[in-house]
């Protein structure tokens, strides 16, 4: 669990309810059903009519990331495929057999299948790398999902308002229904503007940022297994890899 983003979400509600405390209203007055659908529900109808049902459902799947992300230690896959090289120059590429079934990366299996199968270094090479820009893109297409969504959240919150503000110009006869028609109104600002700045465009930002740490450490797995079937010496693949890490 990722501390610092669960953090970071409690803490961005907490400002909205304390900031709303603090100018005098209540938290009661935040609560608008009417803005809750019109911003909401019409982020996700934009949403719906944009994207593709694989990116929607990427995207859904991918939310888990944020405050649960993959490990990334690039020093760690270094020592595997280091190792790796060891086993292959003492018993042959098949010695590396046996690692295929415990490793957990449909990927990373994939890489020691082909190694092991005696393919040649280029086949390796353009087979993983085809399958790391398929996997980049769809992820990045999952990630703008979000982004999309801080886009469209703060033109509904608009819309919401503005519908809000002709409900209040349908009852200027009564004043007493002004001043809470007014409020009312612009809750629904408040929703389209927070949800933006303070969830989706956060969330896909720090998505995009885990796709591409994701990417690096495939590009590492893919040098590391070239290098494995030129026979390079292990150390000399180790400095090699070494140039990936800051």
């Given at each position: 669990?990722?501390?610092?983003?669960?953090?970071?979400?409690?803490?961005?509600?907490?400002?909205?309810?304390?900031?709303?405390?603090l100018k005098?209203?209540?938290?009661?007055?935040?609560?608008?059903?009417?803005?809750?659908?019109?911003?909401?529900?019409?982020?996700?109808?934009?949403?719906?009519?944009?994207?593709?049902?694989?990116?929607?459902?990427?995207?859904?799947?991918?939310?888990?990331?944020?405050?649960?992300?993959?490990?990334?230690?690039?020093?760690?896959?270094?020592?595997?495929?280091?190792?790796?090289?060891?086993?292959?120059?003492?018993?042959?590429?098949?010695?590396?057999?046996?690692?295929?079934?415990?490793?957990?990366?449909?990927?990373?299996?994939?890489?020691?299948?082909?190694?092991?199968?005696?393919?040649?270094?280029?086949?390796?090479?353009?087979?993983?790398?085809?399958?790391?820009?398929?996997?980049?893109?769809?992820?990045?297409?999952?990630?703008?999902?979000?982004?999309?969504?801080?886009?469209?959240?703060?033109?509904?919150?608009?819309?919401?308002?503005?519908?809000?503000?002709?409900?209040?110009?349908?009852?200027?006869?009564?004043?007493?229904?002004?001043?809470?028609?007014?409020?009312?109104?612009?809750?629904?600002?408040?929703?389209?503007?927070?949800?933006?700045?303070?969830?989706?465009?956060?969330?896909?930002?720090?998505?995009?940022?885990?796709?591409?740490?994701?990417?690096?450490?495939?590009?590492?797995?893919?040098?590391?297994?070239?290098?494995?079937?030129?026979?390079?010496?292990?150390?000399?693949?180790?400095?090699?890899?070494q140039g990936?890490?800051?």
């Amino acid at each position: 669990m990722d501390l610092v983003s669960l953090i970071g979400t409690i803490l961005a509600f907490v400002v909205i309810i304390v900031g709303t405390i603090l100018k005098g209203s209540t938290v009661g007055a935040l609560w608008n059903p009417a803005a809750f659908v019109i911003v909401f529900m019409g982020t996700i109808a934009a949403l719906l009519v944009q994207n593709q049902g694989k990116a929607l459902k990427q995207a859904m799947k991918m939310f888990s990331m944020v405050y649960k992300p993959p490990k990334h230690q690039p020093s760690d896959l270094i020592s595997r495929i280091v190792g790796w090289s060891e086993i292959s120059r003492r018993q042959g590429l098949l010695g590396l057999e046996p690692q295929i079934e415990s490793e957990d990366d449909s990927f990373v299996r994939k890489g020691l299948q082909l190694l092991v199968d005696g393919s040649e270094p280029d086949a390796i090479r353009g087979v993983l790398e085809v399958e790391v820009d398929a996997r980049e893109h769809a992820d990045l297409a999952a990630a703008k999902v979000y982004e999309n969504a801080g886009i469209y959240s703060p033109t509904m919150g608009i819309i919401g308002a503005v519908m809000g503000l002709m409900a209040v110009m349908q009852n200027l006869a009564d004043p007493s229904k002004l001043g809470h028609g007014i409020a009312a109104a612009f809750v629904a600002t408040i929703y389209g503007v927070a949800l933006a700045n303070m969830l989706m465009l956060p969330i896909a930002s720090r998505l995009k940022g885990l796709v591409h740490k994701q990417t690096q450490m495939r590009e590492i797995l893919i040098e590391g297994l070239v290098s494995i079937a030129e026979g390079a010496n292990p150390r000399q693949i180790e400095a090699k890899l070494q140039g990936y890490l800051p």
